[in-house]
Nanobody
């Protein structure tokens, strides 16, 4: 079972990028999926998460109003649309999935400890 995050790159401040998380060996539509990021010299931090139904989403304050997390079940992917990017958004972005499918929200999906499967990360660079 693997997750693969992709879609990162270099973008100017104010621009947009769409990151996607693809799974092999796991049907993502049965799991919460979260996005986290880690900038150099900083701890990894929560960005956004989506429930397996797609009905519930969570965003870090820094992402609210600019980022959108959504599912494409046909492609078995979860994507993060990032708009109005700022230099502070530059980081390696990781997607993650928890152990338990079909969870009804027993866990705090803004916390790393709720996830046990992580993708390798994709680099986002924002030029000012």
């Amino acid at each position: 079972v693997q997750l693969q995050a992709y879609g990162g790159g270099l973008v100017q401040a104010g621009g947009s990028l769409r990151l996607s998380c693809a799974a092999s060996g796991r049907t993502l539509s049965r799991y919460y999926v979260g996005w986290f990021r880690q900038a150099p010299g900083k701890e990894r931090e929560f960005v956004a998460a989506i429930s397996w139904t797609g009905d519930t989403t969570y965003y870090a304050d820094s992402a609210k109003g600019r980022f959108i997390i959504f599912r494409d079940n046909a492609k078995n992917t979860v994507s993060l649309q990032m708009n109005s990017l700022k230099p502070d958004d530059a980081a390696v972005y990781y997607c993650a999935s928890p152990s338990f499918p079909l969870d009804v929200g027993r866990y705090d999906y803004t916390r790393e400890s709720s996830y046990n499967l992580w993708g390798q990360g994709t680099q986002v660079t924002v030029s000012s």
